[in-house]
C-alpha cells in the first residue's frame, strides 16, 4: 500500500506578490518626492528669514543695550550675481560702505563687525531690499531706526518656485513678518 504525502502550503510570498507591492511602493514615491522638495525649500526659506529676523532684534538690543549715542548699529545689504548678504555693524553716526561678500572678520575695515551672513544662489534663497539703493538699517541708542520710513525686505526663492515672505522693520525696530501671496503655511498674510 502506497502512503500519500501531502504537501504543506508554502507560507511566504510569490514573486508576483513582491513585484507588485514595489510597484506600488514606487508609484507612492514618485507621487510624493515633489512634495517632500517643496516642503524642503520653504523650510530652508523660513529658517533664513528667521535668522534674518534674529539678526535684525540683535542689532536693536545690542545699540540699546550700549546706550551710546556716538556709536550706531548698522545692518547694510548686497546683492550680488553668488550670493545675497548683510552685515551688522558698530560706526560712529554715518554709515560706511562694508562689503559682506568677503569672508566674515573682513567685511568691514574702519567698523566693527558685529556678525554677518552669506546666502548663496546655490540656497535658492534671497534676501532683498523691497526697494533698490536702500541705505543701511541704523538703530540709535534708544532702539528706534533713524529712519523717515520703515524698512521693508523680501525673502524669496530665485527660482520662482512658491514662497515668499515679507520682513517689515517699522520706525520702533521690532521686524515682524508675514506672507504676501498666502504661500508660506503658519505665517499670516501681508
Known sequence: MMTRRFKRPSSGFTLIEL????????????????SMQQLIATERLKNINA???????????????????????FVQFQKTAAMSCYVAYYYPSIFINCDCTRPPGSVCTGAKELHSVQIPTSTDVQILPAASNVPPLKFADNGMLNSLTPFVFTTSHISGRAG???????????????SPDNSVSGTPIC
Not at 513585484?19 to 515633489?34: D, N, Q, T
Not at 535668522?51 to 535684525?56: E, G, L, P, R
Open 19 to 34: 513585484l507588485v507591492v514595489i510597484a506600488v511602493a514606487a508609484v507612492l514615491l514618485s507621487i510624493a518626492a515633489p
Open 51 to 73: 535668522q534674518f529676523v534674529t539678526d535684525i532684534q540683535a542689532a536693536r538690543s545690542l545699540a540699546v543695550a550700549q546706550n551710546n549715542s556716538t556709536q550706531n548699529v
Open 164 to 178: 515668499t515672505l515679507q520682513t517689515t522693520v517699522p520706525l520702533t525696530g521690532r521686524p515682524s513678518v508675514c
